[in-house]
């Protein structure tokens, strides 16, 4: 059943009276005469008056019927937004044939778990037969199959934006997922796993216009990547996309903005792209309204991003400052766990001292460990400050491992009694959390 919400702040006229079998289509209209038919009558549901701008809820998963999604396309007439049920968030409505989007259109699933739209294995997800201005968000596009044309999950002659979507699992004979004759436009998406059936390397997503891509990934779809008359990348990831190109670039021009990966030079050379394996997890459910490639401890893409203008990744994860690349938000850092023992030993000969500690990681890292030690000593009235701090290579593990750091003085000399230390990490790698400790310390004569 369809519900509705106006933009004048309308509650939702979605009365069901499961008493009865009665639904809002049945009664008819807000606006009905008093000698309307009874409630019990049947009759044939009728479209709610609404505004541009206004909302269809969809509440069912059937592909068609009063409430589906294919019945709520039907009655639209441009402006308005679709969205579902809280209930049918995380499931699947699996067609007979295409949905035709004919008017300009928001289509929005759940963003804690999205919607799913299968082909079925029998036909496309989406047809745009005008140039419309159309946003498909939070959704998973998959299961789509034209055996005798390009795109397996969407083909069309709008402007499209994808947001916080992703794209897999789909089959054409030609351009495997996306063929758009306009722009489209990727924000925070992933296109993956799917195939051009042609015998030659075929790209999975083409756009005739311009093709924009921010932060988001293209990856292990099996015989190529994108293309288009333009493609404008941002802060994306274009990668392993089988025995093809990332790109294909025979009659396309790039714009580069932020930072941009590949680990081919398909997509640009080393001056416009970086160009490196950027270790990708598997395609998974790594929450949020669809399912992501994680970015692997290790990967070039963490904290890489310049211009960064999304502040949350394709699962509604905050990004840094510095965005990593792509449509996944690393966030599984190495922790890194410091300790200072409570003595040191001065050197007798030269007051010297060393500083020794602990070090434990989440995972095997190696870094450096910035030493310092301070001791306040009384000369006369003056008091002055005694230092030394040195740097330690640091091979970090799951197991707690002893270091040590000599306290070599170029002036003065350590005396017993106690000073301040302190240990904090150096030239971590970005997916290593910095770490930091302080303690007093006792210092004591050593052998000389």
């Not at 796993?193 to 779809?221: D, F, Q």
């Not at 095997?364 to 030394?388: I, M, N, P």
């Amino acid at each position: 059943m369809l519900r509705h919400i106006s933009r004048a702040g309308r509650r939702p006229l979605a009365l069901t009276l499961a008493a009865l079998g009665v639904t809002l289509a049945a009664l008819g209209t807000l606006a009905a005469c008093a000698d309307a038919p009874p409630a019990t009558a049947p009759g044939a549901p009728n479209k709610p008056t609404l505004a541009v701008g206004d909302v269809y809820t969809v509440t069912t998963t059937n592909d068609a019927g009063v409430g589906s999604l294919r019945w709520a396309l039907s009655w639209t007439t441009g402006g308005e937004t679709i969205r579902f049920d809280p209930s049918l968030a995380g499931q699947t409505i699996t067609l007979d044939s295409a949905l035709v989007i004919s008017k300009s259109v928001t289509i929005e699933g759940p963003a804690a778990k999205g919607i799913t739209i299968s082909g079925g294995g029998k036909s496309r997800a989406f047809e745009l037969p005008n140039p419309t201005t159309d946003t498909l968000r939070h959704l998973s596009i998959t299961n789509g199959y034209v055996g005798d044309h390009s795109g397996g999950a969407i083909y069309g002659y709008a402007n499209l934006v994808l947001e916080h979507s992703t794209v897999h699992g789909n089959k054409a004979n030609g351009v495997g997922a996306i063929w758009e004759n306009n722009t489209l436009s990727l924000i925070n998406s992933t296109v993956s796993g799917n195939t051009s059936l042609v015998a030659w390397p075929e790209a999975v997503v083409y756009a005739r216009g311009t093709l924009v891509m921010i932060n988001s990934t293209a990856a292990y779809n099996s015989s190529g990547g994108v293309s288009g008359n333009l493609v404008v990348l941002r802060n994306s990831i274009i990668s392993n996309n089988g025995n093809g190109r990332n790109c294909q670039a025979y009659w396309t021009a790039f714009t580069y903005e932020g930072v941009n990966l590949s680990n081919d030079d398909t997509c640009g050379g080393p001056a416009d792209m970086l160009i490196a394996d950027p270790k990708l997890a598997p395609l998974a459910d790594n929450g949020g309204p669809g399912m992501t490639h994680a970015l692997l401890a290790g990967s070039p893409a963490i904290n890489a991003g310049s211009s960064c203008s999304v502040t949350a990744d394709q699962r509604y994860v905050a990004r840094d400052a510095q965005c990593d690349l792509g449509a996944f938000e690393f966030i599984d850092f190495t922790t890194v766990t410091l300790t200072i023992d409570p003595s040191a030993g001065i050197n007798q000969s030269n007051g010297w001292a060393v500083v020794t500690g602990t070090v434990k990681c989440s995972r095997d890292e190696t870094f450096s460990l910035a030493v310092e030690l301070k001791q306040a000593q009384k000369v006369g009235r003056a008091l002055t400050d005694v230092h030394a701090a040195a740097t330690v290579p640091i091979a970090c593990g799951t197991s707690v491992r002893p270091w040590s750091a000599p306290m070599v003085l170029t002036s003065g000399a350590f005396k017993t009694g106690t000073a301040q230390a302190t240990a904090q990490t150096l030239d971590t790698p970005a997916w290593v959390a910095p770490a930091a400790t302080s303690s007093a310390v006792k210092l004591y004569w050593g052998r000389k």
